[in-house]
């Protein structure tokens, strides 16, 4: 119960932001009280579920470490309902010790910047400031494909993923991370590295009127300012309740679940959009 193992990430991201290098780290931590030389190490890596004690409850990660033949490099398969992963030679641990050993690696993979705004469902009124507009952040994500076509496809036991990228000095400096859950190959990974600096969001709705007994129209306005030197592509979630129907919108959209539409606003660099819509809804 006292060895146990995370997985850690790094994305690299190039200064374009259409690439990208991934480098997937192993720790392990030795607290058992014995050390180990020369070691084959395996690691299963899924959801187990596991009996726990009623008195003296112990946090189990859903991993575990064993320790029988190695293979020639690091390898993974599939085990029962989890994933195994083989170092492909002998390591050595020393105990309290912690180390790191390689995983996976893959280079100059595409990758896609997102913008996104995700609107909420109190958005029918701004209550506390009346006639002005309310304010959304602007969520900025990396996203990539786990396929071996780009190099990857290894399934990824969950972990944290730090990401990197290069300034104009040819420094790399630390732009965000996130967690990632169990990940099987060829499934898609979004990566929120935090809030975009110069690229803002603000709404309002416009108007709103009483068709008949229980049908609405309501007119959203919703303004888009880019500050970068290069044009984005925001993408706008809109929540929509009850049976619903789009009367006009300044933009494509599209109907991405029974009750919200995305629409994607295309913002030239040191510029602004302007995205207006208006639905009626029936309760």
């Known amino acids: 119960g006292q060895l146990a193992w995370n997985a850690d990430y790094v994305l690299t991201v190039a200064r374009d932001d259409r690439a990208a290098d991934l480098d997937g780290w192993?720790?392990?931590?030795?607290?058992?009280?014995?050390e180990f030389r020369n070691a084959s190490?395996?690691?299963?890596?899924?959801?187990?579920?596991?009996v726990r004690q009623e008195i003296g409850r112990m946090r189990d990660d859903a991993k575990s470490i064993a320790m029988p033949a190695a293979?020639?490099?690091m390898a993974q398969e599939a085990f029962s309902d989890y994933h195994l992963y083989t170092l492909g030679r002998k390591t050595s641990i020393n105990n309290n010790e912690t180390k790191q050993v390689s995983m996976l690696g893959a280079t100059n993979f595409p990758v896609q910047k997102r913008y996104l705004v995700d609107g909420q469902a109190f958005y029918y009124r701004n209550a506390q400031h009346p006639g002005a507009p309310l304010k959304?952040?602007?969520?900025?994500?990396?996203?990539?494909?786990?396929?071996?076509?780009?190099?990857l496809g290894m399934p990824m036991p969950a972990g944290v993923v730090r990401v990197y990228q290069s300034d104009s000095k040819g420094g790399v400096q630390f732009v965000g991370e996130d967690r990632i859950n169990h990940t099987p190959k060829d499934e898609t990974l979004n990566l929120k590295i935090g809030n975009a600096f110069d690229v803002v969001c603000e709404r309002k709705q416009t108007d709103f009127e009483k068709i008949s007994a229980g049908v609405y129209e309501v007119e959203y306005e919703i303004t888009l300012r880019n500050h970068k030197t290069i044009p984005v592509t925001v993408e706008v979630n809109e929540p929509i309740g009850g049976t619903w129907r789009m009367i006009r919108s300044s933009h494509e959209w599209t109907k991405t679940a029974a009750w919200a539409a995305q629409f994607n606003v295309p913002v030239a660099a040191d510029s602004e959009a302007v995205l207006k819509y208006r639905v009626r809804v029936t309760y």
């Open 71 to 73: 293979e020639p490099r």
């Open 136 to 151: 959304d952040v602007v969520q900025v994500y990396y996203q990539f494909k786990n396929e071996a076509t780009t190099g």
């Open 41 to 50: 190490l395996q690691l299963v890596a899924g959801d187990l579920n596991r």
């Open 26 to 34: 192993v720790t392990l931590r030795n607290g058992s009280g014995t």
